[in-house]
């Protein structure tokens, strides 16, 4: 299995940045792709970003051009640089990664709060 860890989470004011990070342990080697979902107080889950172990990124619309998922020197790990925060990205982020011959894996989750 694969174990997820997220970090970065806070309160910060609208046009402001975050960064979270995510560190997998467990089966890494048999990861292919990592991202980044969340979820909105009354809303469902949605994807973020993603990012493949080639490095071929997926966004949301609603975050492109704003939002930079990356992976680290380590392949364990990613990253979601959020720039220009709004209140509508107010939410819970979770880490997903997607592993060969393994079930999708998420972490616990840390809280994110634009304040307008």
């Known amino acids: 299995q694969v174990q997820l860890v997220e970090s970065g989470g806070g309160l910060v004011q609208a046009g402001g940045s975050l960064r979270l990070s995510c560190v997998a342990s467990?089966?890494?080697?048999?990861?292919?792709?990592l991202g980044w979902y969340r979820r909105a107080p009354g809303k469902q889950r949605e994807l973020v970003a993603t990012?493949?172990?080639?490095?071929?990124?997926n966004y949301a619309e609603s975050v492109k051009d704003r939002f930079t998922i990356s992976r680290g020197d380590v392949k364990n790990t990613v990253y979601l640089q959020m720039n220009s925060l709004k209140p509508e990205d107010t939410a819970d982020y979770y880490c997903y990664a997607r592993a060969t011959a393994l079930s999708d894996s998420w972490g616990q989750g840390t809280q994110v709060t634009v304040s307008s």
């Open positions: 990012i493949t172990g080639s490095s071929i990124t």
């Open positions: 467990g089966s890494v080697f048999r990861i292919t792709t």
